[in-house]
């Protein structure tokens, strides 16, 4: 059992990271690099203790944490060497031009860290979105001191994995206030944190209610700052016609495996499935369940989780028009989240906001459509989403042009005839959304995309090239890319 880190606790820790931001903002993109890669050998280095501990607190089975903490390496590393390349900087410059009428000045520009970097532990990622998740690589990598919040669910794995991030640190002889761990069951840390003058951005996974909060402490600053909040998603998934008929019983034995993934507590489990009435749909929601049926419930990630899912789960099943589909037929423990498929009208969805809300865990809602008209409709009035899947042909898409106008609208992320579940660590991935699945639809959560987060530009004009930054030299002695007037180079000027 932790003790809840103290107000003042929390501002000292707070004044070592702003001391600590000085030192390692300046430091050379490879230390930083070098640092993030100690890291990811610390972790490693944690051993079986680490997966034993998390198994214990967390109900996620072994198998899944390994890979989860190898997804946490491979993140560390690969930012690290996304740190070090610099295309992140986004560096343009543009030489002057003394006989333009007006003259033109010579201008650089480059992305510089924001400042220390508050994150909280997400609950249902114990490496891969907490202690030395994305969004503390991402921070790190961008120069930033983090300061990281312990799930409480977790907070013995937190504190392993801290004091990973603490040696790292120490081998590379960085300042104390690098990196610091709190602890904290209410929310009167939180607010501490956000609200701390030397706080400069948030990074959150979680529930809305949570995320919403935070965002909004942060606003009500003398000094605003940007909140990065992943708040969840029912990421619907849309069944156009011609594939339904073709493929109704595969989709539907595809979606059962989504659906109750990792016991659903994935933000991008399948919530909502939406099609048009008739023949190919029944016989999709009838192999759903049956599929459903044959799924053992598992164990959620705490206690909470599973009450959350249970009174989420009865609300929407008492609205009215709604119809249970099917339930695992495995008797479900205490502990455990029982799979479950319930289906509604397209009228009824329209009409009941409820329906609309996520519920965290195995459960989905196969919405009944009259005509492509209503599926149009459905879609033009959900709310922002993670992701949004069409499961269709190429005819499909061609002839339904509106839909996919206004699904593409809704979502960060765009998928055809696949399924939602697993987030690959890519640059080309976007793990982001219109709100309310995340504050702020421009920046991703996965890939080293994600840095950029912490970090703001700045313009250097009519500096002389001995002053400028290393990343904007004449000489390019970091061999980085760099846009030069107008065209992409990596020569020196």
């Known amino acids: 059992m932790f003790t809840d880190t103290s107000i003042s606790e929390i501002n000292e820790t707070m004044r070592d990271a702003w ?3 000085h030192v390692y903002r300046k430091l050379p993109l490879k230390a930083r690099a070098g640092f993030m890669r100690a ?11 680490l997966i034993q501990v998390a198994m214990k607190e967390t109900n996620l089975p072994e198998a899944r944490l390994k890979n989860e903490r190898g997804r946490t390496i491979f993140q560390l590393n690969q ?50 979105y907490s202690t030395a998740g994305g969004d503390a690589a991402c921070a790190f990598a961008a120069g930033c001191p983090v300061i990281v919040k312990a799930h409480p669910a977790h907070a013995q794995t937190s504190h392993i994995v801290a004091d990973a991030i603490y040696k790292a640190a120490a081998y590379h002889n960085l300042p104390k206030g690098i ?31 949570g995320g919403k909060q935070l965002f909004d402490w942060a606003n009500q600053r003398k000094e605003p700052i940007p909140v990065f ?26 979606y059962a495996g989504s659906i109750t993934l990792g016991v659903g507590q994935f933000c991008t489990n399948p919530g909502l499935i939406i099609g048009i009435e008739g023949t190919d749909l029944n016989t999709f929601t009838h192999d759903l369940g049956k599929a459903i049926q044959k799924i053992q419930p598992g164990a959620m990630l705490h206690a909470g989780i599973v009450k959350a899912y249970k009174e989420n789960k009865g609300k929407a099943l008492l609205q009215d028009d709604v119809h249970l589909v099917a339930e695992s037929e495995t008797e479900v423990k205490e502990d455990e989240g029982l799979p479950t498929v319930a289906t509604a009208s397209g009228e009824t969805f329209l009409k009941n906001p409820v329906l609309h809300q996520e ?17 149009v409709q459905v879609a033009r009035h959900l709310e922002g989403q993670l992701t949004a899947t069409l499961m269709a042909t190429d005819h499909d898409i061609i002839q339904n042009e509106a839909l996919v106008e206004s699904v593409k609208n809704i979502c960060g992320r765009f998928i055809i005839n696949s399924v939602p579940t697993g987030v690959e660590v890519c640059l080309s ?10 504050t702020d639809s421009r920046f991703t959560s996965v890939g080293a995309d994600g840095i950029k987060r912490f970090a703001r530009p ?3 004009q009519n500096w002389s090239n001995a002053l400028l930054p290393a990343e904007l030299k004449n000489e390019n002695p970091l061999g980085i890319w760099r846009m030069v007037n107008n065209e992409l180079s990596k020569n020196k000027l």
């Open 359 to 375: 519920v965290f865990g195995p459960y989905s809602l196969v919405i009944r459509c009259k005509d492509m008209n209503e599926m």
């Open 79 to 128: 930012y690290a060497a996304a740190c070090e390349n610099g295309e992140w900087l986004e560096a343009r410059i543009d030489t002057a031009i003394p006989d333009k009428n007006p003259p033109k000045p010579d201008i650089r520009k480059m992305l510089v860290p924001l400042g220390p970097v508050v994150v909280f532990g997400a609950s249902n990622f114990p490496f891969a």
């Open 19 to 21: 001391e600590a931001f």
């Open 39 to 49: 890291i990811a050998i610390e972790l490693e280095n944690c051993g079986d203790t």
């Open 179 to 209: 990196f610091g761990h709190v602890y904290g069951q209410g929310f009167e840390a939180g607010k501490a944190l956000v609200t701390h003058p030397y706080t400069k951005a948030v990074g959150f996974t979680g529930s809305y209610g």
């Open 429 to 438: 991935m976007h793990h982001g959304g219109p709100f309310p699945a995340t």
């Open 229 to 254: 909040a992943e708040m969840g998603s029912v990421n619907p998934v849309f069944l156009l016609p011609e594939k339904l008929r073709s493929s109704a019983t595969d989709i539907a034995q595809m």
């Open 458 to 460: 700045i313009a250097f």
